[in-house]
């Protein structure tokens, strides 16, 4: 081999060497696109992320090194941590917290009647979250979640397999209008956890939860859903119709909607998803056990009303006595939107371990 080969190929070495220690020296290396699975430092589960999208990495990356996944260019590729809940068994505890006050989960009558959905009246829904990338213009929105109590929202964990969110706005309404909303309010976020058996990519237990940096102060229009605790989880809701609300698209393939959107659905019986998912190719991958209780399953008989792409994490909610909404699923997934032939998959909150696990983690 000609020297100024090997002296290439020594220099190349040289300059590997100096960058990933100028920038990454804690020994963990693993190896990923954005979005994969890996170890963060100190041995915690994590996403691969762009430094500038992992809050509490980025500023501090020179004095704390991350583990490395690699670069995007010029850009590292870092493992952001994803606090997680101990997997295992746990109590299946549901009854109602301490902490948890009824006065909550009610709310401003809609004064209208998503895909096949209505704008929602202002204030008329006021658990619900948006969730996104804080940028210096303002912010990407990319989620829904919900709000459950004055520290916590709940949302779809497949929203953090590939973007890290930095930001929740509670009380909003109209995100695109600066004199609409005199009512919203940002929160950091100081934690996440998703739900210890959830596994990207399959589907179940599609759920993660976001402490928020500072306790809200509720209010009529930020407060909390109520969740079915105690003997309201065995209420039947098949057959019934509940609440779907989101800023997602109206449409396959069309634009989210900045101004919030409400439709009614119907809950149908879960062999319903299953024999219409079944039929799909990646079935086996996402619902290796089949679609099972875990699993909400709702829809229109006719098509036309669903939720699509950016009502993820967002809430299933419906009316129970005197007037409370209970939230009873979580967007998780579909195929196409508003398609009569696959309703949308939701994760089941009034499935009992899911509510423990909230339980758990949030109370």
């Known amino acids: 081999m000609p020297p100024f080969i090997y002296l290439h190929l ?25 979005g994969s699975p890996c170890i963060a430092k100190g041995g915690g589960k994590g996403l691969c992320t762009e430094i500038s999208e992992c809050l509490g990495i980025r500023d501090t990356f020179r004095t704390n090194p991350p583990a490395n996944c690699g670069f995007n260019g010029n850009s590292p590729i870092v493992c952001c941590p994803v606090e997680e809940a101990a997997s295992g068994d746990f109590t299946l505890d549901i009854s109602t917290p301490s902490s948890f006050s009824v006065a909550s989960c009610s709310r401003i009558i809609s004064t209208f009647s998503l895909v096949g959905g209505f704008e929602s009246q202002r204030n008329a829904w006021p658990w619900m979250a948006l969730i996104g990338i ?14 459950i109590n004055d520290q916590w929202v709940l949302t779809a ?22 004199s609409d909303d005199a009512n919203e309010e940002d929160f950091e976020i100081s934690q996440l956890v998703r739900h210890p058996n959830y596994s990207f990519p399959v589907a179940y237990h599609d759920l993660a939860l976001m402490q928020l940096s500072t306790k809200v102060i509720l209010e009529i229009h930020i407060s909390p859903v109520c ?26 393939a069309g634009r989210p909607s900045p101004a919030l959107q409400e439709v009614d659905v119907t809950m149908f019986p879960i062999f319903t998803c299953q024999s219409a998912y079944s039929t799909l190719r990646q079935s086996s991958v996402h619902w290796p ?23 993820s994490g967002g809430p299933l909610t419906y009316q129970g006595d005197e007037g409370k909404y209970f939230l009873c699923g979580i967007v998780s997934t579909g195929y196409g939107c508003g398609n009569k032939d696959f309703p949308g998959i939701y994760a089941n ?8 696990w909230i339980k758990k983690v949030a109370f």
């Open 289 to 311: 056990r089949g679609i099972g209780q875990e699993t909400v399953c709702a829809g229109h008989e006719q098509g036309g009303r669903d939720a699509c792409q950016g009502d």
């Open 10 to 34: 020594i220099l190349s070495i040289i300059v590997g060497i100096i960058r990933a220690q100028v920038i990454f020296t804690d020994p963990f290396e693993n190896g990923g696109p954005k």
């Open 134 to 147: 804080k940028e210096e213009d303002g912010a990407d929105w990319f989620c829904g979640g919900v709000l």
């Open 227 to 252: 969740l079915p605790w105690g003997a309201e989880i065995q209420r039947n809701l098949t057959g019934s119709t509940v609440k779907l609300t989101g800023w997602g698209h109206t449409q396959f």
């Open 157 to 178: 964990a497949h929203c953090l397999d590939t973007r890290i969110p930095t930001i929740v706005r509670l009380g909003e309404h109209n995100y695109e209008s600066a």
């Open 349 to 356: 909150v009034l499935h009992a371990p899911h509510l423990a």
